[in-house]
Structure formats: C-alpha cells, structure tokens
C-alpha cells in the first residue's frame, strides 16, 4: 500500500472549478484523458510538475494552499478575517 498523499479529490474540485472535462485538462496538460481520470481517483500519484501544471491550468493555487495547510476554503478566509481584523484594532 501506497503513503503518497491524496490529492485527486482536490485535484478533481480544481478542474471542475475550471470549468474542464477530463479530456480538455488533459489535452493542456498534454496527458491521455485516462491519466486525468487515474489521477482523480487517486490510482496515480501526479508527478510534482504535473502537479504544478495542473494548478496553473485551472488557475486554483489558493485551494492548493488551503489544503495543503489543512484548511478547507472557509477556515482559510476565517483565518485572514481574524488577522486583518486584529491588525486594523492594533492601528
């Protein structure tokens, strides 16, 4: 058994946040569609630059972040609301 992290779920909500099938991501990744979907499905673990590639295809680095801090999208902005708050009472 593997101990690669999970990131095709992520990955999978990036794409469809990008408004792309499988078949278009993967033609701008220049992958086989099958890959996209053993990726997504977590049977393949990206290589790191496929990894970046895919992020920057479907312009999501700030779910990345967030996931790969433990955050999911509603914790992260709790947290930012939190310090720009604080930083505006120190002012």
């Known amino acids: 058994m593997s101990t690669y992290m999970k990131f095709g779920a992520i990955l999978k909500a990036c794409r469809e946040r990008a ?9 701008r990744l220049s992958i086989n569609q099958s890959d996209v979907s053993k990726i ?5 673990e990206p290589t790191i630059s496929l990894f970046q590639a895919w992020i920057q295809n479907t312009q999501t680095p700030e ?7 433990g955050m999911d999208g509603i914790s992260m ?14 002012m």
């Open 19 to 27: 408004g792309y099938s499988q078949e278009e991501l993967a033609f």
């Open 40 to 44: 997504e499905k977590d049977y393949r």
């Open 63 to 69: 779910v990345i972040v967030a996931f790969l801090y």
């Open 77 to 90: 902005i709790s947290q930012l609301m939190l310090l720009i708050g604080g930083f505006i009472l120190w």
